[in-house]
């Protein structure tokens, strides 16, 4: 397995532009979650996902959007690119609720 | 879920036991302590969890106090690849919203030959 799988590693935006953060896991995992890491802090969480269809905010969502069309695939839309928004991006997954997460390598994004 | 504090920073001797403290004095019942460790610029990676028990794994020991509102992680023999932050959280594990996990700042640990 591959476990949890996140591209670009790196990308500079300018403000105004828009990407989507991909994320996938192999893990056949039901739980997958997006979280960002401003330097020197812990994580915050932006949004998950329960399952195929379902996906709810976290505690930082504005400014992003999700979907999640496959168990797969959890990919995180940056609409309008803000440099508040430049921080690392890490996607997790998980199999069942109580059950430890698996974290992606992290994309770091810088926004000027 | 119930807030962790940990102290920002600590040295440990490589080969010696690394002893991470944790309190949680809010915890309510039905929250575990969860340790997750991130090494710099890596996702963060599962340690160990538990309830009220005593736990144990490859990687690490959990002690939790009787009456829950502190516990350790202990790396039995620290090497320097076990330089990093390690985070406590508490969390409720069988919530219906799925299985957030709340970082705080963490204990950054340096491990020194």
């Known amino acids: 397995n591959a476990g949890v799988t996140q591209t670009p590693k790196f990308r500079i935006l300018k403000i105004g532009q828009s990407m989507t953060l991909q994320c996938t896991q192999d893990?056949?995992?039901?739980?997958m979650y997006w979280y960002r890491q401003d330097p020197g802090m812990g994580l915050k969480l932006i949004y998950y996902?329960?399952?195929?269809?379902?996906?709810d905010k976290g505690e930082v969502p504005n400014g992003y959007n999700v979907s999640r069309s496959t168990t797969e695939d959890f990919p995180l839309r940056l609409e309008l690119a803000a440099p508040s928004q430049t921080s690392v991006y890490f996607c997790?997954?998980?199999?069942?609720?109580?059950?430890?997460?698996?974290f992606g390598p992290g994309t770091r994004l810088t926004v000027t | 879920d119930a807030k962790t504090t940990q102290p920002p920073s600590m040295d440990c001797a490589e080969g010696r036991a690394a002893n991470l403290p944790c309190n949680h004095s809010?915890?309510?019942?039905?929250?575990?302590v969860y340790w997750y460790r991130q090494i710099h610029s890596q996702g963060p990676q599962y340690i160990i969890h538990?309830?009220?028990n005593n736990e144990t794994n490859e990687m690490a020991s959990l002690i939790i106090t009787e009456d829950r509102k502190s516990s350790t992680l202990i790396l039995p023999h620290a090497t320097l690849r076990d330089t990093a932050v390690y985070y406590c959280?508490?969390?409720?594990?069988?919530?219906?919203?799925?299985?957030?996990?709340?970082f705080g700042g963490g204990t950054r640990v340096l491990v020194k030959p």
């Open positions: 959280i508490v969390r409720v594990a069988h919530e219906a919203a799925g299985n957030k996990l709340t």
């Open positions: 996902s329960v399952g195929a269809g379902i996906t």
């Open positions: 809010t915890i309510s019942g039905n929250e575990y």
């Open positions: 538990g309830l009220k």
């Open positions: 997790a997954s998980n199999l069942h609720r109580g059950y430890e997460q698996y």
């Open positions: 893990m056949n995992h039901n739980y």
